[in-house]
């Protein structure tokens, strides 16, 4: 069992009903029932959210969702109605929130993957398939896959795995109509994001979106979008299949919490220690570089 090493007391704000708190972020609604999104500092690695935060994280996550839910709306409309903090709401949120429309959300982590890496890599070295998509024998981590592959999972608790699960699976659960505009609505939005992103000289490697249905039965895409928590990133100089790539993501942090150094048990469900300064640092420079390197403009804050 693992979680928040110690959670939060959640803000309260004049005019706004405290609904949940997530590994990233703090859910709000307002009286008059839109959702209000607040993106925070925390960072999560091996399912337990730090007690180290990195500076910045959660404006940078939330400027980039908005960079990309621009460039994707002709694909999908996203749930987002304003970036602007509600009235009240504490100086901090600014650039850090979302006002949005609530859906009925679909309850499946929509996976594409260009590449073989992490889960998915684990799986096919099992038995030659992700998610019960079977793959060419020979591929390596980092192989990139001749067509993209929809690989879902279902929805986890804090502190819990999401685990993969088949598209027949899912067509069990949400219904086989459902289930194949989710796949064909995946794959489009990485295939547009996976262009994007190479013409930048990164490849995106693999993502996950979330879905709901707004009150005219519209799937509507929700949550973050194609940023480093959601996405792997990897930069396309350096990519070389057969080892591990380096990335635009955490992997500085489960780096490091897996060394020597840390001196912690992953296998002990003891909560991680604190994170070194040296380690906050190099982990908000990459979310900073691959910010910029993504949208061509320096971030929008100091």
């Keep these: 069992m693992s979680g928040f090493t110690v959670k939060p007391e959640p803000v309260q704000v004049p005019g706004l009903t405290h609904l949940h708190t997530g590994k990233v972020r703090e859910l709000y609604a307002t009286a008059s029932g839109e959702l209000v999104m607040v993106a925070t500092d925390r960072v999560s690695a091996y399912d337990w959210v730090l007690p180290t935060e990195i500076p910045d994280k959660g404006r940078l996550l939330t400027a980039l969702s908005l960079w990309w839910f621009e ?22 949120w600014k650039g850090r929130t979302l006002v949005c429309r609530r859906l009925d959300m679909v309850p499946v ?11 998915g890599l684990a799986e096919y070295r099992e038995g030659g398939a992700v998610c019960g998509v079977a793959l060419p024998a020979g591929l390596e981590d980092g192989s ?67 879905f709901g249905r707004d009150a005219g039965g519209r799937l509507v895409l929700a949550d973050e979008v194609l940023t480093p928590d959601s996405s792997r990133f990897w930069p396309a100089e350096g990519w070389a299949p057969g080892r591990p790539q380096p990335s635009y993501d955490k992997q500085i942090i489960r780096d490091w919490l897996t060394s020597a150094e840390s001196g912690w048990d992953r296998a002990a469900d003891t909560p991680p220690p604190p994170l070194p300064d040296e380690v906050v640092e190099r982990t908000r420079a990459k979310y900073v570089e691959v910010y910029e390197r993504l949208t061509g403009t320096p971030v929008p804050f100091g």
Excluded: M, W
């Design 144 to 210: 990139r896959l001749d067509e993209p592959v929809f690989t879902p999972a279902t929805k986890a608790e804090v502190g819990e795995h999401d685990e993969n699960v088949s598209f027949e699976a899912v067509s069990a659960q949400v219904g086989a109509e459902l289930a194949g505009e989710l796949r064909e609505l995946t794959l489009a939005l990485y295939g547009r994001g996976r262009e994007i992103a190479e013409e930048r000289g990164v490849l995106l490697a693999d993502t996950k979106f979330e």
């Design 71 to 92: 460039r994707l709306a002709d694909l999908a409309p996203s749930h987002v109605l304003s970036d602007a903090p509600p009235p009240g709401a504490p100086a901090d």
């Design 109 to 119: 982590e929509c996976v594409a993957r260009g590449y073989l890496t992490g889960s």
